[in-house]
């Protein structure tokens, strides 16, 4: 190939900085947006009149297949009806589409679909529709996944809707997805299990209390907490000492020399709420995960923040470089 053509590398599908620049150089090309709104999101926004329609699609590559407390199918399904509540949306259906490698043991894709088929009981979300087609030997790394997902929300959270004075919170542990998939992939001796789980529950009962939120996936904190100070236009200030990170993920990040901050979650998100409302999201949240805490403030400004233990400031930047690829 000619030195002059461009290629797509392998961190531009890692969350970060280079992920952002390679969407926006699709969404240049893909200009026609009708009446949908907030297509920059992770889902699409249609009014339907009295409710708004949400749609939203994700594509999972995960490295291994089958992981601690998961596989590629649960977080899959886990992912999609994730992106539609934090968006303020009730799920409605899915669709799945597989692409299956030639040689692929049938018995791992019925584990698989055991897995997407135990999250829609649970959470009474269908497939309603999809696609299956296998593609020869060595073409494909075992499975791939894409689904599809829309949702109905009386009101939308809108991801840019952070306010100055209001706190930040995070609805549990950050990043054990992590340190499971990758104490799986690199044989390391851990029991964290991976915090893939469909977060419905939560999401509905202090919905109505959050000015924003997002889930950690790609990217992690440090990736969606500057997309919603950016789009805010605030300033976004942690505090160190509350920081939910387990001692597996920090140890875990020392190891590696990955930061922590871009350690993504399955089953996590982030919002922010207004000081008044505080009380009313972490309490009902505490049921659900004893770590769901405070983690920062909003302030005038831009740019996220750290405080540290030591009383100085330090800037968690958009994640750049490389990146950890398919662990989402």
């Known amino acids: 190939m000619p030195e002059n053509i461009k290629t797509i590398e392998l961190d531009q599908g890692g969350g970060g900085e280079k992920s952002s620049q390679l969407i926006s150089i699709i969404r240049k090309t893909l200009a026609v947006k009708g009446a949908w709104k907030n297509t920059g999101d992770d889902g699409a926004i249609y009014d339907l009149g009295g409710k708004k329609l949400v749609f939203t699609t994700d594509g999972f590559i995960v490295d291994p297949i089958f992981f601690p407390g998961g596989d590629i199918g649960k977080i899959a399904m886990c992912g999609t009806i994730n992106d539609l509540c934090v968006m303020g949306a009730t799920p409605i259906g899915i669709s799945l589409s597989l692409i299956i490698e030639e040689g692929f043991p049938e018995k791992d894709l019925i584990t698989i679909i055991k ?59 950050l990043g054990d997805h992590t340190v499971a998939l990758l104490s799986k992939r690199f044989d390391y001796r851990t029991k964290i299990k ?21 889930d950690p996936t790609r990217g992690g904190v440090a990736a969606v907490l500057n997309e919603m100070a950016d789009k805010a236009k605030a300033r976004f200030v942690l505090d160190e000492a509350t920081l939910p990170f387990g001692k597996e993920a920090v140890a875990l990040s020392e190891l590696l020399g990955i930061d922590k901050f871009s350690f ?33 403030r909003v302030e005038k400004g831009r740019g996220v923040f750290l405080k540290t233990s030591l009383g100085s400031e330090k800037r968690i930047e958009t994640p750049r470089g490389k990146l950890i690829p398919r662990i989402c």
């Open 194 to 214: 991976s915090d893939c789980r469909p977060f419905i529950k939560e999401l509905a009962s202090v919905g109505k209390y959050l000015t924003s939120a997002k």
């Open 115 to 173: 897995s997407i088929n135990e999250v829609s009981k649970q959470t009474g979300v269908p497939i309603v529709t999809g696609d299956t087609k296998v593609t020869e030997r060595g073409k494909l790394d075992k499975i791939e996944i894409t689904t599809a997902g829309v949702g109905l929300a009386s009101k939308v959270i809108d991801n840019a809707g952070a306010r100055v004075g209001d706190l930040i919170i995070a609805s549990g542990n």
């Open 264 to 296: 993504p979650s399955e089953g996590r998100f982030v919002a922010t709420v207004s000081q008044r409302d505080a009380g009313k999201v972490l309490t009902p949240l505490k049921k659900f995960n004893k770590e769901a805490k405070v983690i920062g």
